[in-house]
């Protein structure tokens, strides 16, 4: 099938509420740009250098999301080519962000990724300290929480990613009554191509598909 065509049965299956991105991660500016023609909204980009090569060609058609792992010395570029981070984790990249937005006079949506696997060799914040790292990124003028992000741990069988996604959503929902400063809880995102429709089950509103959208990477 073609990427118009993954794409709309793709959102066929969505809720309407559910926002699509589009994992990019390695896909060429034209694949991007034929999903973007196709009805994707918003693209993830897990590199900066990558998403600038991009933005050339596909331009301001889409929102564009940061879903990897940002270095500090990638934030400068960054905040001038995102419209959301989903992936801030710690507070050193959050006061990154904060400064390079405030000298161009920007407020950076941000969610906080969550370990909710607390799984070692990956980037988040765990469950139980998502709470105190919310609260402390509120002393940031320039950074705007507007949700939460998980992978969970990757399992052949989605169903084992459920529990990852429930504990997110409970924590998701704790903050939302919390009332905390520049916290807006709107967005969660969660699943990924695998385990995208328990994500949505689970409470997300926001899923990020790659392989079902552009097909196999070419390595894989």
């Not at 080519?81 to 161009?104: H, M, P």
């Not at 741990?153 to 997110?168: D, I, K, L, M, W």
């Amino acid at each position: 099938m073609s990427i118009k065509e993954n794409v709309n049965q793709i959102l066929k299956e969505l809720p309407s509420y559910v926002q699509l991105v589009g994992a990019a991660k390695t896909r060429t500016p034209q694949e991007i740009q034929e999903a973007a023609r196709a009805g994707i909204k918003i693209i993830g980009e897990n590199y900066v250098q990558e998403a600038e090569e991009a933005l050339q060609v596909v331009g301001h058609r889409v929102k564009w999301h940061f879903i990897g792992h940002l270095q500090r010395n990638k934030a400068k570029k960054a905040v001038r080519i995102f419209d959301v981070i989903e992936t801030v984790d710690s507070l050193k990249i959050a006061k990154e962000i904060n400064k390079q937005c405030a000298r161009i006079g920007k407020v950076m949506p941000v969610l906080i990724e969550i370990n909710s696997g607390r799984e070692e060799q990956k980037y988040g914040i765990y469950p139980e300290d998502t709470e105190e790292f919310a609260s402390s990124l509120g002393k940031f003028n320039n950074i705007h929480v507007h949700g939460l992000m998980t992978m969970g741990p990757f399992t052949g069988n989605p169903e084992n990613a459920r529990p990852y996604f429930q504990e997110t959503k409970k924590i998701f929902d704790k903050l939302n009554s919390k009332n905390l400063p520049r916290i807006e809880m709107k967005i969660l995102s969660m699943g990924m191509t695998n385990s995208y429709k328990v994500a949505v089950q689970e409470g997300a509103n926001m899923v990020r598909i790659g392989t079902k959208i552009f097909g196999i990477r070419e390595y894989e």
